[in-house]
């Protein structure tokens, strides 16, 4: 029902209300003594009662629009029926003369700006009638002027505030009718997407879900509707309702969160990603969801053929230091063999014997803590503290040059990531052993441990703690910072170029990141970046 039919009933409802006291009046004058006002009450009354019939007839019955002819003949039809009321009721000293300030309103408000102009005249000319010939009274008081004046002013006033209320109204109404499209629009694109989307309110009952969701997940939508939905999101998708709600208590949006989810014809793998809109001081969460299985599985498969290739280069990389010791022993071996050697080159090539042996002990030694690479116990670990104990081990190394020293930028504060103990001792130790290994007279190794406030644009670690360690050693050339974390990829002499090869696959097995470069005042910069310590639950799926 539009503004102007809502007016209109009102107006009908006034107009029968009048009409009928005033016939209810006449009547009650006529039981006493009959007289021509019983004549013109009734007419009144009749007239209402057709003129509200026609016009409800014709808009509510025929379901027309109010047209302009039609607004015009029933306001001129009320402006007569107050007038022949104000008369009947004392005329220029009716208490009823205001009704005609009522009249020139719903005129200036059903009508445009000319129209309800047009009516306040012909309602004022009608009370000057009423006051001057109907009375018999040929000179109208200061009053009655001042009466037919403000009818005027209210009917300029009301038209002008009907005419910048319906120019509003229409602007309001195509916005409106905008929107509906939009909203249609919308819901038509989200029935579409294949991507699923399910919509709950600060009390888990469900809002909204398309046609992707209650596929993906099992659930009927409309029977779900407005009920409490959490409990079955984690029966269908183990987590998922449980990151909804923590996400509604903590309002902070989820950008990526895997479910794994069990199924006859095997497991589905979702992604899921949640957004928290305010209404009202009510978080409402929209989960974003998309089955990633075989996304998964590509991974899984570029994952294996990575991992065979790198085992293909590490083996020929193996293969290629191992020969080279082998080589010389043989070589050895075969010269010690003979009779032709003097006491002086026999000792020479059993060292050479003993040393290359001893350097394939130590290649093999750390190729296999390299391979044993591999996250056998999380837990919450104090970064600081093991720094500490790499110090101290470190520094009852035998390849310390005991001229080197290593201390701390400033006091180390406890610092906690996630991850397994004896693989960050390893690591910060393989990373200190370094440092101290590329120094050389009176040197100096120093370790920072903080909170970094701001990353580097390559390294995308949430919340992270930072572990540097920095010597006064001969620095990296520009050139081998690509290949620092190589297997087998040394710059010391003797050295097997395993260690930081296991320091970078420690970090990476931590989710972090290690970056390399050469510090300000000379020497290399080794740093690392963990993700601090959570309490957050887990699902046995990543949160990032």
Known sequence: MGRTERMLRWLYIGRLMVASAIFIAALSQWLT?????????????????????????????????????FLYVQLIYDVLLVAATVNLTGGAVSPLVPLF???????????????????????????????????????????????????GVVAVATAAVGERLRRTGSALGVMESELRQLRLDNNDIL?????????VDGDGCLIYMNAAASELLGIVATEWAGRPLLDELDRT??????????????????????????????????????????????????????????????????????RLQAVAELGASLAHEIKNPLASIRSAVEQLAGDRLNRDDRDMLRRLVVKESERLSRLLSD???????????????????????????????????????????????????DGDYDLLHRAVFNLVLNAVQHTSGAGVVTLELDR??????????????????????????EEDIPRMFDPFFTTRNGGTGLGLAMVHRAVEAHRGAILVDSGTDGGARFTIYLPAHSDRERYGSKVN
């Open 191 to 199: 029935a579409a997407i294949d991507t699923a989307l399910v919509t």
């Open 33 to 69: 003594s009959a007289g021509p006002d019983t004549l013109i009450a009734t007419i009144a009354l009749i007239s209402a009662f057709v003129m509200t019939g026609a016009g409800l007839w014709w808009v509510e019955v025929m379901g027309r629009s109010p047209g302009r002819n």
């Open 452 to 477: 970094p406030v701001e990353l580097p644009p390559s390294v995308q670690v949430q919340t992270p703690v930072r572990l540097s360690v920095h010597d006064n050693g001969p620095g990296v050339r």
């Open 237 to 306: 998708a183990p987590g998922l309702g449980t990151l909804v709600r923590r996400t509604a208590a903590t309002r902070v949006a989820v950008t990526r969160f895997e479910i794994r989810k069990r199924a006859v014809l095997g497991d589905r793998y979702l992604g899921v990603r949640t957004t928290v809109l305010e209404r009202e001081g009510v978080p409402w969460v929209t989960a974003v969801i998309q089955d990633i299985t075989e996304g998964k599985q590509i991974e899984d498969l570029i994952r294996r053929a990575e």
């Open 101 to 151: 300030i009522i009249v020139i309103t719903a005129a200036a408000l059903l009508l445009p700006l000319p129209g309800g102009m047009l009516i306040g005249a012909f309602a004022s000319l009608m009370f000057f009638a009423d006051v001057v010939v109907l009375d018999n009274d040929q000179t109208a008081s200061r009053d009655d002027f001042l009466r037919i004046g403000l009818f």
């Open 367 to 417: 190729f296999m803590e390299f391979s044993r690479v591999e996250m056998r116990r999380w837990s919450s670990v104090d970064l600081g503290n093991v720094a500490r104990e790499a110090i101290e081990l470190v520094a009852n190394h035998p390849d310390r040059n005991t001229s080197t020293r290593i201390d701390f930028v400033k006091p180390i504060q406890p610092m906690l990531v």
